[in-house]
């Protein structure tokens, strides 16, 4: 096989496949840092729920942004979505307890997607060494970042 079809086949390998796989999971990345946003911001409301013990007044979207105002005399209790469509009502310490799991749970699922990033990107500038190897170009220069 000439140099210059696996040259080709390289490329196409770095383009077609790890490319792919690093945009993918950066997109699960992405996800995950959006669920520990939405985590964080739930704690934070939980937690001012706890400290306040005066009846929550709210607002409830019926639909078609038609909101109506609701009053919750005791908000001891809420209700946490799971997953899959499952909700389990929890006592305010209950709830803080269980997002605090979640979010463990989300910070290690993070770095494990990070370091599968730096995997990919490792493997794509491995890739891009040894195409420029065995096209014979000169190493590019070295870049001191600031």
Do not use: W
């Not at 996800?31 to 911001?41: H, K, M, S, W």
């Not at 209700?79 to 310490?93: K, S």
């Not at 803080?96 to 990107?121: M, N, P, Q, Y």
Request: charged fraction near 30%; include cysteine.
């Amino acid at each position: 096989m000439a140099a210059a079809e696996k040259a080709q086949r390289y490329e196409a390998f770095v383009s077609d496949v790890l490319r792919r796989d690093l945009r993918r999971v950066q997109e699960q990345r992405d996800g995950v840092f959006e669920q520990q946003a939405q985590v964080l911001q739930l704690r934070t409301a939980l937690t001012r729920l706890q400290e306040v013990a005066a009846p929550l007044r709210t607002q409830v979207d019926l639909g078609c942004n038609f909101f109506v105002t609701a009053e919750v005399p005791g908000p001891q209790r809420v209700f946490v979505a799971l997953g899959y469509g499952f909700f389990a009502e929890l006592t305010l310490p209950e709830a803080l307890r269980h997002l605090d799991r979640r979010s463990r749970l989300l910070d290690r699922l993070s770095e494990s997607l990070t370091r599968d990033g730096a995997k990919i990107r490792a493997h794509i500038r491995l890739v891009l060494e040894g195409l420029r190897e065995l096209q014979g170009l000169q190493d590019p220069p070295t870049t001191l970042d600031p």
